[in-house]
């Protein structure tokens, strides 16, 4: 069946590049997404790339898609303690008559200042 | 503002009782889900639903159920039969079916047993 996984912490200093990662497993996934989750709130929707495509560039973030490693990384340039959140990669499948997301684990981002 | 709301923030269920938590949202969205949360398992489906009067079960359906009567609301009771409702449920919605399936959550609910 479809998994998402994602490493559970990752702490870096302000002013620092945090990489989170995300492997998943379902090579039809069509669309990969990267929400951001802060404490006792419900998720945000940071960005998102389509399938056919290895990078995407939205101000600080960069999001790199490798399709066959099935590998999703998440970078965020110049980290600042407002981004100290939880941070979750999902992947859209088609599953007969609908479609689902699934969310990994998520990654915890400590940001130091 | 458009947005999903979520009510009450904080519910606490007694033994055997039923609790029933609130979502709409104003978005027109044709579907909408309920996931749970607990630490270091990310978000499981409980249910969803695609169109008014029709819903699917997710994952873990078992001891919850839906309704929806009006594309606008979406509420979920957990049940006696959950036993271990303690967790963060949250709500969402997404336009239209298809591959790019974004999907807007609520703040959540954070449910407790007394």
């Known amino acids: 069946g479809e998994d998402v996984e994602q490493s559970l912490f990752l702490s870096v200093r302000e002013g620092d590049s945090s990489v989170i990662n995300c492997t998943y497993t379902?090579?039809?996934?069509?669309?990969l997404y990267w929400y951001k989750q802060e404490p006792g709130a419900g998720l945000q929707l940071l960005t998102y790339?389509?399938?056919?495509?290895d990078m995407k560039q939205d101000q600080r973030l960069t999001v790199l898609l490798n399709k066959k490693d099935k590998h999703l990384s998440l970078r965020i340039a110049d980290t600042q303690t407002g981004d100290s959140a939880i941070y979750f990669c999902?992947?859209?499948?088609?599953?007969?008559?609908?479609?689902?997301?699934?969310f990994g684990t998520g990654t915890l981002l400590a940001v130091q200042p | 503002d458009g947005g999903i709301t979520q009510s009450p923030k904080y519910l606490f269920r007694k033994e055997g009782q039923n609790v029933t938590l609130s979502c709409e949202q104003n978005?027109?969205?044709?579907?909408m889900y309920w996931y749970r949360q607990d630490p270091g398992q990310g978000l499981r489906l409980i249910y969803y639903?695609?169109?008014?009067?029709?819903?699917q079960k997710g994952d873990i359906a078992e001891g919850y159920s839906v309704s929806r009567e009006k594309k606008e609301s979406f509420p979920l009771t957990v049940t006696s039969a959950q036993k271990n409702p303690t967790a963060f449920y949250l709500c969402?919605?997404?336009?239209?079916?298809?591959?790019?399936?974004?999907?807007?959550f609520g703040a959540g609910t954070r449910l407790s047993v007394l």
């Open positions: 969402a919605s997404s336009p239209a079916r298809g591959p790019k399936n974004i999907q807007y």
């Open positions: 379902d090579s039809s996934s069509t669309y």
């Open positions: 790339i389509f399938s056919n495509m």
């Open positions: 999902a992947e859209s499948t088609l599953g007969g008559a609908t479609n689902k997301l699934i």
């Open positions: 978005l027109n969205h044709d579907a």
């Open positions: 639903s695609q169109i008014v009067n029709d819903f």
